[in-house]
């Protein structure tokens, strides 16, 4: 079974920038379509970002011009690049199949906006 680490949260001001990286046990992510998820405290999980195999992105409304999802098939690792953050993207962020098909969820890591 493929295992999901995600890392690179912490604390950042606002308008501050971080990258977030998804290690996968697997050579999975040149194969299948992959995304990163965010849940804040108190909300449903939300799908921010997605990347098809073909490398075709796709970006929730609140995020499209500041984050940027990509992936490295030699070290079966997906990034999110994520820039001018606002206290609004607090939240714990994973990455998983977008679809209905899902791998088993990996702890996820907190990012935490705040001045």
């Known amino acids: 079974q493929v295992q999901l680490v995600e890392s690179g949260g912490g604390l950042v001001q606002p308008g501050g920038s971080l990258r977030l990286s998804c290690a996968a046990s697997?050579?999975?992510?040149?194969?299948?379509?992959m995304g990163w998820f965010r849940q804040a405290p108190g909300k449903q999980r939300e799908l921010v970002a997605t990347l098809s195999n073909s490398g075709i992105t796709n970006y929730a409304d609140s995020v499209k011009g500041r984050f940027t999802i990509s992936r490295d098939n030699a070290k079966n690792t997906l990034y999110l690049q994520m820039n001018s953050l606002k206290p609004d993207d607090t939240a714990v962020y994973y990455c998983?199949?977008?679809?209905?098909?899902?791998?088993?969820w990996g702890q996820g890591t907190q990012v935490t906006v705040s001045s």
């Open positions: 998983n199949r977008p679809g209905p098909a899902k791998l088993a």
């Open positions: 697997g050579s999975i992510f040149s194969i299948i379509a």
